[in-house]
């Protein structure tokens, strides 16, 4: 009896768990076949998108642009991958959230692709400087399905590919018998690329600015204004071209100057940037070309050559010392015109340098070539070609000092006196440069002081020469010696 009683006992504690498996499974098969599997373990989607403005500022003092950043508002299962085409801010904004700044008036259409394995979706929203936070547009829908524009590829670049072709509106005719303006030339770097607007125009991917020039024909012989437009940069100036004769009566020469944004710190992507050009006339009539660059970065951020890039021209230019505002001034008031001399006298009087130089010179030979306002000058120096030494200004000191003193008109008794600025010092062993050889000085401060006086229509620039101390009163003639013409200020530029 008592085996009988642990026999039923076992199969009981076998029959148990038993029951509870079986249970299990059958919760197990329930919740799979139920709606609540999809609620706890969703399925892989396609990808749905809005676009929202989520910040809007400006215009910034510095730079009279609006700050506009917009967030892609994204779902789907793998998460979606988004891309924008435009963002000026890469690195500085979150995933799904793209920057832009805009100027006064510009309209941008932004564009937005969120992708996954399981399709893609397209979003669109116009932005302009000072747009509500808040608004916001839409488009979802897999590869080629309505809504989704049938585009399943991503556009290149950092910030973005924005190189579709845009059909511009016909030209008006503004009124009747009025004839519309038309675009026949447009130039970089004097290049003209009228036959190639289809392409895109390589350029070094760095913040620098670049001049063009369009020509512009009207055979009304109105008056022609132009507006650009700039993707990605700014437009920094718009102005008259140049002429090398008398102008055409029925064309018009224009310049514009754009600058291109720096490339974000890492960034390997190129850069697809528009410059749309729209000549009019009073009447409202126009026509308008669209310039295609790409900005693509250098060796050194990609890793290798990216190919052929336009890298920005050089020029120099250079003018040599004025003689009716240069040469020398003595202790006792002495003055000399065209020769230079620097040390003392037999008298124990002592001289100082001047050297003046007409900068009209310069900026005309600049904009010869760059355009008025579209160069940076990257080096400034004085070239001394022949200095004789009579007897030893060394021992009197053993610098010459080179101040810049603004010392007028006209060179009198009393410009012995003032200061100036310092540019640079030289030590007299190395400012003696007999046996033929130039000395060339150059030094930051001496382009930064030629810079502020260059784009001053009625400015030169006056420099005064002196050693640091008056004499050695040896009753000799210790001083160094040239005649302005033999002096020469070079200027390197960019354009």
Not at 147 to 169: I, L, Q, R, V, Y
Not at 330 to 337: A, K, P, Y
Request: hydrophobic share 40%.
């Amino acid at each position: 009896m008592l085996e009988t009683i642990r026999n039923e006992g076992a199969k009981k504690s076998y029959f148990v768990p038993l029951i509870i498996v079986l249970v299990l499974i059958i919760l197990v098969l329930l919740f799979l076949i139920s709606p609540l599997s999809d609620l706890v373990f969703p399925p892989d989607t396609e990808p749905t998108l809005a676009l929202a403005v989520v910040e809007s500022s400006g215009p910034d003092p510095a730079t009279e642009l609006y700050r506009v950043v917009v967030e892609a508002q994204v779902d789907g299962k793998p998460e979606p991958q988004v891309s924008f085409n435009r963002n000026d801010g890469v690195g500085e904004v979150k995933d799904n959230h793209t920057l832009l700044l805009l100027e006064e008036e510009e309209t941008f259409v932004l564009k937005a692709l969120a992708s996954n394995p399981n399709g893609t979706a397209e979003a669109e929203l116009e932005l302009f400087g000072g747009i509500m936070v808040g608004a916001s547009a839409g488009q979802t829908g897999p590869a080629g399905s309505p809504g989704s524009g049938g585009s399943s590829t991503p556009g290149p670049g950092a910030g973005g590919d924005d190189d579709d072709e845009e059909t511009p509106p016909p030209a008006g005719n503004g009124g009747t018998g009025n004839r519309a303006p038309s675009i026949i030339d447009v130039s970089i770097y004097s290049e003209s690329i009228i036959d190639r607007l289809e392409e895109s125009f390589p350029i070094l991917y760095e913040e620098r600015r670049h001049s063009f020039s369009v020509l512009v024909e009207d055979n009304d012989d109105d008056e022609i204004e132009i507006e650009v437009e700039a993707s990605h940069g700014v437009v920094v100036t718009i102005g008259e071209g140049m002429w090398d004769g008398s102008r055409p009566p029925n064309l018009r020469a224009k310049r514009f100057s754009w600058q291109s944004p720096a490339n974000p710190p890492g960034n390997l992507e190129p850069l697809n940037v528009r410059l749309t050009v729209i000549a009019s006339d009073p009447s409202g009539a126009s026509d308008r070309k669209i310039i295609k660059v790409t900005l693509l970065p250098g060796p050194d951020a990609a890793g290798g050559d990216p190919g052929e890039i336009r890298r920005v021209r050089s020029g120099t230019a250079s003018v040599a010392a004025s003689v009716d505002l240069s040469g020398s001034v003595t202790s006792v008031g002495d003055i000399i015109l065209g020769d230079v001399m620097v040390g003392d006298n037999l008298l124990n009087r002592q001289f100082k340098g001047f050297l003046n130089f007409y900068l009209s010179t310069i900026r005309d030979q600049i904009t010869a070539v760059a355009g008025d306002g579209d160069y940076t000058v990257t080096d400034a120096r004085l070239v001394f070609s022949n200095i004789n030494k009579v007897g030893n200004p060394e021992s009197l000191a053993s610098l010459v000092d080179f101040k810049v003193s603004p010392y007028g008109s006209s060179l009198v008794a009393a410009d012995f006196a003032p200061g100036g600025k310092h540019i640079f010092n030289r030590a007299t062993a190395t400012f003696n440069t007999a046996g033929g050889q130039p000395l060339f000085l150059s030094s930051s401060t001496f382009k930064t002081e030629l810079i502020n006086y260059i784009n001053v229509p009625s400015k030169t620039m006056q420099i005064k020469l002196g050693l640091n101390s008056a004499t050695n009163n040896n009753n000799a003639d210790d001083f160094f010696r040239f005649h302005c013409s033999t002096v020469n200020l070079v200027v390197e530029f960019e354009y």
